[in-house]
Nanobody, 117 residues
Framework: QVQLVESGGGLVQPVGSLRLSCAVS????????VGWYRQAPGKQRELAAE???????EYADSVKGRFTISRDNAKNTVTLQMNSLLPEDTAVYYC???????????WGKGTLVTVSS
């Protein structure tokens, strides 16, 4: 069973930084594309950043230049470095994978990021 465990959320002031980590278990990690989604209060869940198994990356326009996603295949982890945080970045951040053969989706439980002074 695939398990995703997020960590690193918290309260940060505007223009501050946070680093989120997602630990993946239960599947061969280096064949997985891994994404960070976020859901703000009253809004739909949206993709913030994704890193493919070949390490190509994709970012939402709203986070380009501020967020960086990376992966460590030796540690089965994906990290989201978030800089210059804005109040509109406040959301629950979820780690996501879709298995390449079955196309099954797996989600972590989420970690709350609050950007406020």
């Amino acid at each position: 069973q695939v398990q995703l465990v997020e960590s690193g959320g918290g309260l940060v002031q505007p223009v501050g930084s946070l680093r989120l980590s997602c630990a993946v278990s239960g599947h061969i990690f280096n064949v997985l594309d891994v994404g960070w989604y976020r859901q703000a209060p009253g809004k739909q869940r949206e993709l913030a950043a994704e890193i493919a198994r070949g390490s190509s990356t994709e970012y939402a326009d709203s986070v380009k230049g501020r967020f960086t996603i990376s992966r460590d295949n030796a540690k089965n982890t994906v990290t989201l470095q978030m800089n210059s945080l804005l109040p509109e970045d406040t959301a629950v951040y979820y780690c996501h994978v879709r298995l390449p053969l079955t196309r099954m989706d797996f989600w972590g439980k989420g970690t709350l990021v609050t950007v406020s002074s």
